[in-house]
C-alpha cells in the first residue's frame, strides 16, 4: 500500500499543479454589462425663470434691517462702482447715495421724475426720466445730465401709460434693455444712444427689468400682473401670478425676486428657479415697494415709496 500510495501521489500531485497553473493563467469572465446613460431634456416650466447651472443656496429665512428711512421716497436703485447702494426720488426729482457710514448725498437733483438707474463700468449712469420719457447719462464727475434717447411713446395722465420706469444692463449684448412703458414695448438701445432695436411688444405695462444668467430678459408688466421673459431669439413667455409687479430681480442661484405693489400683496416675492414656486418673502410694513436689488452675497434691498425707507434682508 505504501509505494501505491507513493505512486499515485508522485502523478496526481503534479497534474493537479498542471490544472491549477492553467486555471490561473486564465483571464476571468465577466457577465455584467455596464450600465446604459440616459440624457433627458426636461423642459423649462412655464411658471418658472430659466434654470441656471449654479448650484442651489437659496436661504430660507432672512433677518430685516432698515437701512434707510427718512424724508426722501426712495424708488429704483443701483449698485456704484464702489459698491454705494445709489436711489432715485421721483416726487423730489433727485438721486442720492448712501454711504458707507449711513450717511447720504445728494447726487444729482433736477430731473423730471427720475425712476431706472444703471451704472456703467466705467460709471457713467444712466437714468430714466419718466415725466418726458427720456433716457439721460451723467458721466463721472459731472453735475450736469446729457440726453442719450428720447423714447418713441407719450406719457399721459391715461391708466398705466405713464412714461419709462426701469431700466436694465445687457452684460450679454453689452446694451440698455429699456420698456417703453406708454407704447407697450421693450427695447434695446446701444450705450451711445444711436441705436434702438424693438425687441418686443403688446405688453400692458412694461416697468422693471433684469437680465438672468442666460441672456434671457425678463420684465415685470405692472398692470397686466404678470412678468415676461424674452429669449434671446425672441420668443415671449408670459409668468403669471402677480398682481402689480414692478421690479424684478435674480439671486445666484437663479430664483427670481419680484417687488409687487398691489394693495392687498404689497410684498417681495421669491419664483424657485426649476419649481417656479411663489414664496413671499416679506409683507409687513410695506406700503408701495418698488425698487429691488440684490448683491453678491444674496442680500436683498427693498425700496418703497410710500412708507419712505429701504429695507435690506440678510441671508439668516
Known amino acids: 500500500m505504501a509505494g501505491k500510495r507513493a505512486f499515485i501521489i508522485r ?8 490544472l491549477l497553473t492553467s486555471c490561473s493563467s486564465s483571464p476571468p469572465t465577466s457577465t455584467a454589462t455596464p450600465t446604459p446613460t ?20 437659496t436661504p430660507t429665512h432672512y433677518t430685516e434691517k432698515v437701512l434707510y428711512s427718512g424724508r426722501l421716497r426712495p424708488d429704483d436703485m443701483a449698485f456704484d462702482k464702489q459698491g454705494n447702494i445709489l436711489f432715485s426720488d421721483f416726487y423730489h426729482g433727485t438721486i442720492s447715495r448712501i454711504n458707507s457710514d449711513g450717511s ?10 427720475p425712476e431706472g438707474i444703471v451704472v456703467l463700468s466705467d460709471g457713467t449712469m444712466i437714468i430714466a426720466e419718466q415725466r418726458t420719457n427720456r433716457i439721460l447719462a451723467l458721466a463721472p464727475g459731472s453735475k450736469s445730465l446729457s440726453v442719450l434717447r428720447v423714447l418713441p411713446g407719450v406719457p399721459s395722465g391715461a391708466s398705466c401709460k405713464d412714461g419709462v420706469d426701469g431700466i436694465a444692463f445687457d452684460p450679454f449684448n453689452k446694451t440698455l434693455i429699456i420698456p417703453d412703458s406708454p407704447t407697450g414695448a421693450v427695447y434695446s438701445l446701444s450705450l451711445d444712444g444711436n441705436t434702438m432695436k424693438l425687441l418686443n411688444s403688446n405688453i400692458v405695462r412694461p416697468v422693471g427689468a433684469a437680465v438672468d444668467s442666460q441672456g434671457n430678459i425678463y420684465v415685470a408688466d405692472e398692470c397686466g400682473g404678470a412678468v415676461d421673459r424674452i429669449t434671446p431669439d425672441g420668443k415671449m413667455t408670459k409668468l403669471g401670478g402677480f398682481g402689480m409687479p414692478d421690479d424684478v430681480a435674480f439671486d445666484s442661484a437663479g430664483n ?6 398691489k394693495t392687498t400683496i404689497h410684498a417681495l416675492v421669491r419664483v424657485l428657479n426649476g419649481s417656479g414656486k411663489h414664496q413671499t418673502l416679506a409683507s409687513k410694513g410695506f406700503i408701495e415697494p418698488q425698487g429691488l436689488l440684490v448683491d453678491k452675497n444674496d442680500n436683498i ?3 418703497d415709496d410710500y412708507a419712505d425707507k429701504i429695507v435690506e ?4
Do not use: E, Q, W
Not at 440616459?38 to 443656496?57: D, G, I, Q
Open 11 to 18: 502523478i496526481f500531485v503534479p497534474l493537479c499543479l498542471v
Open 301 to 303: 434691498y427693498v425700496s
Open 313 to 316: 434682508f440678510l441671508p439668516a
Open 38 to 57: 440616459h440624457v433627458v431634456n426636461r423642459p423649462t416650466p412655464v411658471l418658472s425663470p430659466s434654470p441656471t447651472s449654479t448650484p442651489n443656496k
Open 104 to 113: 447720504v448725498s445728494l447726487v444729482i437733483s433736477g430731473i423730471a421724475g
Open 256 to 261: 427670481m425676486l419680484v417687488t409687487d405693489l
